[in-house]
């Protein structure tokens, strides 16, 4: 991917709505929230999708066992929601009144944030 300091712009952020476009089955076309971005990596862990068993000894603090947790997915197979629609729609990016750079969803238009 060429130079690992500076991390691609991606077009999902934290706190989104997206849909699974590909990937297992059981996860596909849910509405669900980016919890946590890694740019570097190009994958997002999103709630309650591409869940992993993860195994963990008894401490003092924790009674251990097995728990469930998201790992993360490409962003390729994520697609934001759209505010007006509540569909899946592809994300532009404009310049907006204030100057700043804004996302926009480009089926309806409607900015994004």
């Known amino acids: 991917m060429g130079n690992k300091?500076?991390?691609?712009?991606?077009?999902?952020?934290?706190?989104?709505?997206?849909?699974?476009?590909?990937?297992a089955y059981k996860d596909r076309s849910k509405v669900r929230e980016v919890l946590e971005v890694i740019p570097e990596k190009n994958r997002?862990?999103?709630?309650?999708?591409?869940l992993r068993k993860k195994h963990s000894?008894?401490?003092?603090?924790?009674?251990?066992?097995?728990?469930e947790i998201a790992a993360p997915?490409?962003?390729?197979?994520?697609m934001l929601v759209d505010p007006a629609s509540g569909e899946p729609t592809r994300v532009g990016?404009?310049?907006?009144?204030d100057g700043k750079i804004v996302r926009y969803s480009k089926k309806s238009?409607?900015?994004?944030?």
């Not at 997915?73 to 994520?78: A, D």
């Not at 990016?93 to 009144?97: A, E, I």
């Open 93 to 97: 990016r404009q310049v907006g009144d």
């Open 5 to 23: 300091r500076f991390a691609p712009k991606l077009k999902i952020k934290k706190g989104d709505k997206v849909v699974v476009i590909a990937g």
């Open 44 to 50: 997002a862990v999103v709630d309650q999708v591409n």
């Open 57 to 67: 000894k008894p401490t003092q603090d924790s009674p251990g066992g097995i728990n």
């Open 73 to 78: 997915i490409h962003i390729s197979n994520l």
């Open 109 to 113: 238009g409607q900015t994004i944030d």
